[in-house]
C-alpha cells in the first residue's frame, strides 16, 4: 500500500532533491512511490523518456490494448494499468484518457513539467503546489503539507467553504497554496510556472428533439448497468457490497449476485434497535439475492472513540456522520476476506434523488431572475452553516474574507442555462461535479484504501452518467417517483417493496450522539485553548449551539458535527 509524488523543473536536479525533501527519503528519479501511505500508487513507469507513477485501476484493459494496437502501438497484455494508461495518452492523447474507464490519478514527469490526469468522475485525488521553482504532485495532502519549501497554513477561504457544503467542493484544499486537480482533466504544470488545462471528459446534455419511448431510455440504461458491475467485480474472490436497503444499494447487490461467479457478502450497518433503521429492506433483499449477510451495530461509543483516528485519514475534512461507520464497515469487509466492495453511491446525484427537491421547489417560487439568487438558493439548500456563517465567524475572520471570492463561485457556472438547458440536468451536473468528486467518491476512496481495500461505485460509470443525460428528465423524476428510469430498468431483479419504496436515507443519531459520548469531548475541543488561539469562531455562538439555544433546530447538531470535524482534522494536520 502506498501513495506516490513526483517534482519537476527547469533544473532537474533541484527537483530531485526536493522530491526527496517532500518524501523525506533519497529517490534516483523524478516520480517515487510513499511507501506506509494507505493507497493503491504503482510505478514509476517510463516511457519514451516520460516517468510516472499513479492510482489507477482500469476496467476495459483489453478495449485499451486494442485501441494501442490499431494505433501501431502494440503493447504486452501483462503491463500494469499505470503504464497502460501512459502509453494511452502519450500515443493517442485525450482521446487515449477519455478511452480508459476505471478510477485512475497518473503523475508524469515530461521534461520540466509536470502532467496531472485525473479520472472522469474523480475517483481517484491528486494535490499540487509549487514552490522553490519546482512544481509538486501527490496523492497524499499530508506529504505536502511537509514540504520545506512551501511555506503553507490554513486557508481561511477555504474553512468557509467547508462550512457552506460540509465539504470542499472545488480545487480548494485547507492548505494555503496548494490545490486539487479537478476531475475530467488533464493539467500541464509548465516549468515556467504556468499552468494549462485541458478538459478530456465533462457531462452534456443530449436531448433528441423527438424522444424515444420511455421503456427504450430503461432498457439501455440496464445494459449499461450490467456492464459497469461486471467490469467491477473482482476477477478471483468474493465480492463484497455495502447494502442500506435503499434501491441503489439494492440494484447493485442484485446485478452482483446475478453475474458474479463466485459468493457476494452483504453489510449493512444499524446505530441500535431503538432507532428507525431500514434493516428490514436490507434484509429482504440480502435474502432475495441469497448473499451473506452481515449487520455491524455501531454505539455512540465507538463513535467516539474512533471519530479523530477517522477523520485524520481524510485530505480533507467532510462533515458527514457516517464517516466512522463507513470506516467500521471497510474493516468488517476487510476482515472477512473480499478486496473489493461495491456501493449504490451515486444514484441521487447522477439520476435526481430527493435532495434536488428544495431546489426544485424554490425554483417555482423564485422571483428573482439572477443566475446568482439561484447559486444562493442552492447553498442555502445545503442547510449546513452558509447562514450562520456572520454569527459563527470571528470578526477577524469576517475582514479576511471580505475580498475572497464567494462560494457561489463553486455552484453559479453549472446553474446557468449552457451545457445543460433543463433545471434538473443542471443540478445533477453540478451535484456530481461538487458533491460526487469531492464528497462521495472521495469518502470512499479513503476510508476503503485505509484498510487495504478498493471502493468502487458503478453508479458513477462515466457511461451510466452519459446516459442519464441523454434520458429526457421527465423520465428521471417522474411525476413523485424520484430516479423512475433507474427502478424501472432493475424493476425484475427486486422486490416490489424495495422499487417502490419512499425514500427514508440512514437515520443517523448526531444529536443524541452529541449530547452523550461525545459531549464532553466536543467541549473540551471547540471551547479548548487551541481552538480558542485559532480564532476561527466565536465563542459565544459555539457555547449557544451547544447549549441547544437559539434558532437552529433541527439541524443544530449537523452544525456543530461540522465545527468538531473540522476541529479534529485541524489538530490531525497540525494548523
Not at 452482483?256 to 459468493?263: D, F, I, P, Q
Not at 428490514?280 to 472513540?305: E, K
Request: proline share 7%; glycine share 10%; charged share 25%.
Amino acid at each position: 500500500m502506498a501513495r506516490c509524488c513526483a517534482c519537476a523543473g527547469g533544473d532537474g536536479g533541484r527537483a530531485r532533491a526536493q522530491l526527496a525533501l517532500v518524501t523525506g527519503a533519497k529517490t534516483d528519479g523524478p516520480a517515487a512511490l510513499i511507501p506506509g501511505e494507505p493507497g493503491h500508487a504503482e510505478g514509476p513507469f517510463t516511457v519514451a523518456g516520460r516517468s510516472a507513477v499513479g492510482e489507477v485501476t482500469l476496467h476495459n484493459r483489453g478495449e485499451l490494448l486494442a485501441a494501442l494496437a490499431a494505433a501501431g502501438d502494440p503493447v504486452p497484455a501483462d503491463r500494469p494499468d499505470g503504464e497502460l494508461l501512459l502509453r494511452c495518452w502519450l500515443r493517442l492523447g485525450a482521446e487515449g484518457v477519455r478511452a480508459a474507464e476505471g478510477m485512475f490519478v497518473l503523475v508524469v514527469v515530461d521534461g520540466a513539467d509536470l502532467v496531472l490526469i485525473r479520472d472522469h468522475v474523480g475517483a481517484r485525488t491528486v494535490f499540487y503546489a509549487r514552490a522553490a521553482g519546482c512544481w509538486a504532485a501527490a496523492t497524499s495532502l499530508r506529504v505536502l503539507r511537509h514540504w520545506p519549501a512551501l511555506a503553507t497554513g490554513l486557508d481561511t477561504a477555504a474553512v468557509r467553504s467547508f462550512l457552506t457544503f460540509a465539504y470542499l467542493p472545488g480545487e480548494e484544499t485547507l492548505l494555503r497554496g496548494v490545490r486539487e486537480a479537478l476531475p475530467g482533466r488533464i493539467l500541464r504544470l509548465r516549468g515556467d510556472g504556468s499552468v494549462r488545462e485541458e478538459r478530456f471528459w465533462e457531462p452534456a446534455e443530449a436531448l433528441w428533439a423527438e424522444p424515444l419511448p420511455a421503456g427504450e431510455y430503461a432498457l439501455g440504461l440496464r445494459g449499461l448497468l450490467e456492464d459497469a458491475v461486471r467490469r467491477r467485480l473482482p476477477a478471483t474472490g468474493e465480492a463484497a457490497v455495502l447494502l442500506s436497503g435503499g434501491v441503489d444499494s439494492s440494484l447493485v447487490t442484485a446485478l452482483a449476485a446475478k453475474l458474479h461467479t463466485r459468493s457476494v457478502r452483504t453489510y449493512s450497518v444499524s446505530f441500535g434497535e431503538e432507532l428507525p433503521n431500514e434493516l428490514g429492506y436490507s434484509g429482504l433483499v440480502a435474502a432475495h439475492c441469497r448473499t451473506s449477510h452481515r449487520v455491524l451495530t455501531v454505539s455512540g461509543a465507538q463513535v467516539a472513540a474512533r471519530l479523530a483516528d477517522t477523520v485524520a485519514l481524510l485530505d480533507g475534512p467532510v462533515g458527514d456522520p457516517l464517516t466512522v461507520p463507513n470506516l467500521l464497515l471497510a474493516e468488517a469487509v476487510a476482515a472477512d476476506g473480499p478486496r473489493v466492495v461495491l456501493n449504490g453511491e451515486g444514484g441521487d446525484p447522477v439520476f435526481g434523488g430527493p435532495k434536488n427537491l428544495p431546489m426544485l421547489v424554490s425554483e417555482l417560487h423564485r422571483d428573482d431572475p439572477a443566475p446568482l439568487a439561484r447559486a444562493e438558493a442552492y447553498l442555502r439548500s445545503y442547510r449546513k452553516c452558509y447562514e450562520d456563517l456572520p454569527r459563527l465567524l470571528t470578526a477577524q475572520v469576517l475582514r479576511e474574507l471580505a475580498d475572497a471570492p464567494p462560494p457561489t463561485r463553486f455552484v453559479a457556472p453549472y446553474l446557468r442555462p449552457g451545457p445543460m438547458r433543463t433545471l434538473l440536468n443542471q443540478l445533477l451536473h453540478c451535484n456530481l461535479r461538487t458533491k460526487g468528486a469531492h464528497h462521495i467518491l472521495t469518502k470512499v476512496e479513503r476510508l476503503t484504501a485505509a484498510r487495504g481495500l478498493q471502493g468502487r461505485s458503478p453508479l458513477f460509470d462515466r457511461r451510466v452518467v452519459d446516459h442519464a443525460f441523454a434520458t429526457p428528465p421527465r423520465w428521471k423524476l417522474n411525476g413523485t417517483a424520484e430516479k423512475w428510469v433507474l427502478k424501472e430498468a432493475v424493476r425484475d431483479l427486486l422486490p416490489a417493496t424495495v422499487i417502490d419504496r419512499p425514500k427514508s436515507g440512514m437515520r443517523v443519531p448526531v444529536q443524541r450522539w452529541l449530547s452523550g459520548p461525545l459531549r464532553e469531548l466536543s467541549g473540551d475541543l471547540l471551547l479548548g485553548p487551541r481552538a480558542r488561539q485559532r480564532g476561527l469562531f466565536r465563542e459565544d455562538t459555539v457555547r449557544t449551539w451547544m447549549r441547544g439555544d437559539g434558532l437552529l433546530l433541527p439541524r443544530q447538531g449537523g452544525k456543530l458535527w461540522l465545527l468538531l470535524t473540522l476541529e479534529l482534522w485541524l489538530r490531525a494536520y497540525d494548523l
